[in-house]
């Protein structure tokens, strides 16, 4: 099972952007799915998380301004994110638990990441 991020790129503040993540491999089916954010010199952050059953949750910073959203069936999750900071700027990476079997194992995943810059 891997998960595959992209959508990452260059933006200017206040501009929008939208990253996407595909799971693909031996999956049942996809529990909670998150996106992280690690900018340099910084911790890795959570930034979105979206449960099972589509309960969404956000930090303070992307509250109003990031809206995380998930498709069952293509096995994807994406963040769509607006007004965009010059605090946003960072590698951006996908998350997730995914369950492979009806005995209900499951794996935790990352993507590769996918950076989104500024032009400062």
């Known amino acids: 099972v891997q998960l595959q991020a992209s959508g990452g790129g260059l933006v200017q503040d206040g501009g929008s952007l939208k990253l996407s993540c595909e799971a693909s491999?031996?999956?049942?089916?996809?529990?909670?799915m998150n996106w992280y954010r690690q900018a340099p010199g910084k911790q890795r952050e959570l930034v979105a998380l979206i449960s099972a059953s589509g309960t969404t949750t956000y930090p303070d910073s992307a509250k109003g301004r990031f809206t995380i959203s998930r498709d069952n069936v293509k096995n994807t999750v994406d963040l769509k994110m607006d007004s965009l900071k010059p605090e946003d700027p960072a590698v951006y990476y996908c998350?997730?638990?995914?369950?492979?079997?009806?005995?209900?194992?499951?794996?935790?995943?990352w993507g590769q990441g996918t950076l989104v810059t500024s032009p400062a």
């Open positions: 491999g031996n999956i049942l089916r996809m529990n909670a």
């Open positions: 998350n997730a638990r995914i369950i492979v079997n009806v005995e209900g194992a499951a794996v935790e995943r």
